[in-house]
T-cell receptor, first 113, second 114 residues
Framework: GENVEQHPSTLSVQEGDSAVIKCTYSDSASNYFPWYKQELGKRPQLIIDIRSNVGEKKDQRIAVTLNKTAKHFSLHITETQPEDSAVYFCAASIGDNFNKFYFGSGTKLNVKP | GAVVSQHPSRVICKSGTSVKIECRSLDFQATTMFWYRQFPKQSLMLMATSNEGSKATYEQGVEKDKFLINHASLTLSTLTVTSAHPEDSSFYIC??????????FGPGTRLTVL
């Protein structure tokens, strides 16, 4: 099955700085890569996603890049704010429609004011 | 749109009892729902894929007789933890998809087995 690895496990940045979280996946058939933000005790919330036919996607302060050849994708958060502090998970999914997500181990981001 | 609810949000039970958790898609029909388990400070681990009208598909290492899944309608899937033990204590989260790739997650159920 798919194996998703995520680094770093914790990340501490100063407010206003950028944060980068990286994930790798093992199955070249994976074609959908969402990123979720999860606050303590709450449900994961989708923040951005990318499909395998695209190399980069941006939504305001958040961007995701995908390198299919190397099988890795990254989350970039610019101008970080204290409210960005949470645990972020990457995931990979194989196939189209209703397919299983395999999650990375998570990154706890702490943005210091 | 695309709201998923779970009930109960928290449950405490005695060892040996069974606990049922409901997952509902409130404003869309979900032919497929997914059940995850999350231990403190860990990732979401996929337990099983719940298919409406058919048997669930379990991930390797997940005991199907321990975690019973029923997907009786297009808006409801249930997970029953049978003969629960303290090591089953965890955060259980369901998700459901619409016609696209995205999955929408329920708020989770925190199970504590004494």
């Amino acid at each position: 099955g798919e194996n998703v690895e995520q680094h770093p496990s914790t990340l501490s940045v100063q407010e206003g700085d950028s944060a980068v979280i990286k994930c790798t996946y093992s199955d070249s058939a994976s074609n959908y890569f969402p990123w979720y933000k999860q606050e303590l005790g709450k449900r994961p919330q989708l923040i951005i996603d990318i499909r395998s036919n695209v190399g980069e996607k941006k939504d305001q302060r958040i961007a995701v890049t995908l390198n299919k050849t190397a099988k890795h994708f990254s989350l970039h958060i610019t101008e970080t704010q204290p409210e960005d502090s949470a645990v972020y998970f990457c995931a990979a999914s194989i196939g189209d429609n209703f397919n299983k997500f395999y999650f990375g181990s998570g990154t706890k981001l702490n943005v210091k004011p | 749109g695309a709201v998923v609810s779970q009930h109960p949000s928290r449950v405490i039970c005695k060892s040996g009892t069974s606990v049922k958790i409901e997952c509902r898609s409130l404003d869309f029909q979900a032919t497929t729902m997914f059940w995850y388990r999350q231990f403190p400070k860990q990732s979401l681990m996929l337990m099983a894929t719940s298919n409406e009208g058919s048997k669930a598909t379990y991930e390797q290492g997940v005991e199907k007789d321990k975690f019973l899944i029923n997907h009786a309608s297009l808006t409801l899937s249930t997970l029953t933890v049978t003969s629960a033990h303290p090591e089953d204590s965890s955060f259980y989260i369901c998700s459901a998809g619409t016609s696209g790739d995205e999955q929408f997650f329920g708020p989770g159920t925190r199970l504590t087995v004494l």
